[in-house]
């Protein structure tokens, strides 16, 4: 009895661990779209956004085709990469056929990129390496900059600051120089949001916590990577800081071990209303 009893745990752990792994192949297109509450004032330009983060292609189960074939037909301006892409340089060549989806996909603003914890423990030389890769391929990479993009003849500051984790982070070098516009941020690590009340943005875009990959029962892990977001909740989805929008997403792969529970590898597709001047709201799904 106790022999069949323990025959019976260990499947079903082993059942558990199959599903949390098969959960890993399971990508999630989310869709958020940022408007006026009053939707009679949607007017202006629009700006649509793909954004994936945390690849972590040491532990991916997303292909470079499914990947393609799941954004194939969208429309998509710019794409936003924001972080832990590898941290082995052996995965350097793994990158680059993603990096050709990237490029097939045709955004017409092309795509930025920001780096993350897991990019940092490369040695210098490696990461030379990752970050000319991601150059080579029509990456823009910013480590606390910006840059001036024009749509429809309004002015969007791309502003890149670097991985809060690692304190690498600098708001003042980030911001140097912007003037008026629309202030769109990439980042790695939302933990920055906290400290950014007197820095404004109108939508911040990050990653790190991969939606608790196991959030079963609860993401008591992430502790360690953010204590008060955990707190407040603030693990996965649109959020709201001090009335300023962000989006912490799920990450496209996962570390440590290649399972999800309560969690699944995601893209998002964000359509942005540049002319924002009151809070926004959200209308997400999935597909």
């Known amino acids: 009895m106790i022999l069949f009893f323990f025959i019976l745990v260990f499947l079903s752990i082993l059942l558990l661990f199959y599903r949390a792994y098969q959960n890993t192949h399971k990508v999630t297109l989310n869709k958020v779209h940022l408007s006026h509450i009053d939707s009679d004032q949607?007017?202006?330009?629009?700006?649509?956004?793909?954004?994936?983060?945390d690849m972590h292609l040491e532990k991916i189960?997303?292909?470079?085709?499914?990947?393609?074939?799941?954004?194939?037909g969208e429309k998509i301006d710019l794409i936003?990469?924001?972080?832990?892409?590898?941290?082995?340089?052996?995965?350097?060549?793994?990158?680059?056929?993603?990096?050709?989806?990237?490029?097939?996909?045709?955004p017409c603003y092309g795509v930025y990129v920001v780096f993350g914890n897991h990019d940092y423990?490369?040695?210098?030389?490696?990461?030379?390496?990752?970050?000319?890769?991601?150059?080579?391929?029509?990456?823009?990479?910013?480590q606390n900059?910006?840059?001036?993009?024009?749509?429809?003849?309004?002015?969007?500051?791309?502003?890149?600051?670097?991985?809060?984790?690692?304190?690498?982070?600098?708001?003042?070098?980030?911001?140097?120089?912007?003037?008026?516009?629309?202030h769109l941020v990439l980042t790695h690590d939302p933990n920055i949001v906290?400290?950014?009340?007197?820095?404004?943005?109108?939508?911040?875009?990050?990653?790190?916590?991969?939606g608790g990959q196991i959030y079963w029962p609860k993401p008591y892990h992430l502790a360690k990577l953010g204590r008060k977001m955990m707190q407040m909740n603030m693990i996965k989805g649109l959020h709201?800081?001090?009335?300023?929008?962000?989006?912490?997403?799920?990450?496209?792969?996962?570390?440590?071990?290649?399972?999800?529970?309560?969690?699944?590898?995601?893209?998002?597709?964000h359509q942005l209303s540049l002319n924002i001047k009151m809070r926004e709201k959200e209308v997400q799904t999935a597909v």
């Open 145 to 182: 900059e910006n840059e001036t993009i024009m749509v429809e003849g309004s002015p969007v500051h791309i502003i890149g600051i670097d991985d809060l984790h690692t304190k690498r982070s600098n708001l003042q070098s980030s911001y140097k120089g912007l003037r008026d516009g629309y």
């Open 194 to 210: 906290l400290s950014m009340k007197d820095w404004h943005f109108d939508y911040l875009l990050s990653g790190h916590f991969h």
């Open 42 to 53: 949607l007017q202006g330009p629009h700006l649509n956004i793909l954004h994936i983060s």
């Open 240 to 269: 709201y800081h001090e009335d300023k929008p962000f989006y912490i997403s799920e990450g496209l792969g996962q570390t440590s071990i290649n399972i999800r529970l309560g969690s699944r590898p995601e893209i998002t597709l």
């Open 121 to 142: 423990k490369l040695k210098q030389t490696d990461f030379e390496r990752l970050r000319n890769t991601l150059e080579l391929h029509g990456c823009k990479t910013l």
């Open 61 to 72: 189960s997303v292909s470079p085709e499914q990947l393609y074939n799941k954004l194939a």
């Open 80 to 106: 936003a990469l924001t972080g832990d892409y590898l941290d082995k340089k052996r995965s350097i060549p793994k990158l680059i056929p993603y990096l050709n989806v990237f490029n097939k996909l045709n």
